[in-house]
C-alpha cells in the first residue's frame, strides 16, 4: 500500500470511497509480491498495479463492482487458459488478491497510518480477507509495538481471541518487514483453518549511508531512493556536502564520516538492513570510516569504490588500523558487479546490482543462459 498511500489518503481526506485490490498471497513466479496495491478510484482513475499488467483489466472490473456493492471479494489469479483474451498470468505464477471498499467511514484509522509511515515509525494492518462468516470479511485491527515489546492496537477482528492470536504473530512479522497471509480457526483458533488474515507490514525504510560527496554519489543515492532505501548522504567538506547538490538524498550531512558511523551505531540507527557505501576513494576519509563500518556486528552491505591499486594500498591501511581478514572480508572493494560501467549512473546501477544480489542470493549471470527459478527466496 505504501506506493498507493498518498493518492489514497488524498480520496479519503476528500470523503471519496475507493476500492484497493491487494495482493494477499503468491505461488511461484507472480510478479509482484504479497502487499503490491492497485487503487480504483469512483472516477475510473487507477494507481498502482498489482501484476505488471497481466489482470489488471479483470481486476479494475472486479474492483468497479466492489466499489458499487461495498463487499469485498478474495479473487485468485493463475495462468490463462487456452483464451488468448482470459485473464491470467503468463509466467506461470498464482497470485490472490483481496479487493475492498475503503472510505473514511470504514477505515477511520488511516490518516493515523499514513502519519506512522512517514515518520518511519513501524505499523502493521492485519486485515481479514477470508472467513466462514461473511460479516467479518474485511474487519482490521492496527497495531504499533510499544516499548515494552508488546504492542498496542487500534479495531478489531470480531474476538478477543482472535485480536491476540493475530497481535502476536502481526508483531513479529513487523520487526522483520515482511507481509504475508495467516491461517487461523474461525475465532483465531492456532490449529484449524476458517480465518485467513492479511498482515500489512510498514517497517521503517532501510537505510542506504553514502560517505564521500562526489557525483558517483548523487547517482548512487538517486538509486538507492529508487530502491526504496533512506538515503544519508554524508562528507565533511560543507562545500561539497550540499542539498542542492543530492535533491534525491533524504538527507545531506556535514560531518567526519567516521564519527557519524560511530554517532549513528551507538543511537541504534544502523541495523542489519543498514547498507554503507564509501566513495570517496581518499584515504584520509575512507580507511577512519571504514574501519568503524568493518567492526559494526551486523549490517546488510559495506561497499568501498577505487582502483585495485586504491584497494590494494587500503586494504594494508586497514591491516595496520588492527582488522582482521575476516572483517576485511565483509568489505565488497572495489564495488559493484561487473557491468563493464563507466559513467556515475551505470556505476550506480552496478552498486545496486550487488547489493540486491547479496540480498536475495543471485549471483548476478545473465538469466537466459541457466534454468531453474528465477527469483530467489530472502536469506
Known sequence: MRDILPELLRRWT???SVAVATVVATWQSAPRPAGATMLVASDGQVTGSVSGGCVEGALYELSREVLGSGTPV????????????????????????FVERLSPASFPELAEVADHVEAQRPVAIATIVEHDD??????????RPTDDGSAFHTGTLGSDRADSAVVDDALGMLAGGRSDTLVYGPDGQRRGEG??????????????????????????????????????????????????????????????????????????????????????????????????????????YIGAMGSRRTHDDRLERLREEGLSDQELARMSSPIGLDLGARTPEETAVSIAAEIISLRWGGDGGRLSERGGPIHHDRH
Open 195 to 300: 480465518m485467513r488474515v492479511f498482515v500489512q507490514s510498514f517497517a521503517p525504510k532501510p537505510r542506504m549511508l553514502v560517505f564521500g560527496a562526489i557525483d558517483f554519489a548523487a547517482a548512487v543515492a538517486r538509486m538507492g531512493s529508487f530502491l526504496g532505501y533512506r538515503v544519508t548522504v554524508c562528507d565533511a567538506r560543507p562545500v561539497f556536502a550540499t542539498s542542492t547538490r543530492f535533491p534525491d538524498a533524504d538527507e545531506v550531512v556535514v560531518d567526519w564520516p567516521h564519527r557519524y558511523l560511530t554517532d549513528q551505531a551507538e543511537s541504534g540507527a544502523v541495523d542489519e538492513q543498514t547498507v554503507i557505501a564509501v566513495l570517496t576513494h581518499d584515504p584520509k576519509f575512507d580507511v577512519p570510516v571504514l574501519s568503524v563500518a568493518l567492526r559494526l556486528p551486523s549490517v546488510a
Open 134 to 143: 461473511p460479516d467479518r470479511v474485511g474487519r482490521r485491527l492496527i497495531l
Open 14 to 16: 476528500a470523503g471519496e
Open 74 to 97: 478474495l479473487q485468485r489469479y493463475g495462468v490463462s487458459d487456452d483464451d488468448a483474451f482470459a485473464a491470467g498470468l503468463t509466467c506461470g505464477g498464482i497470485l490472490d488478491v
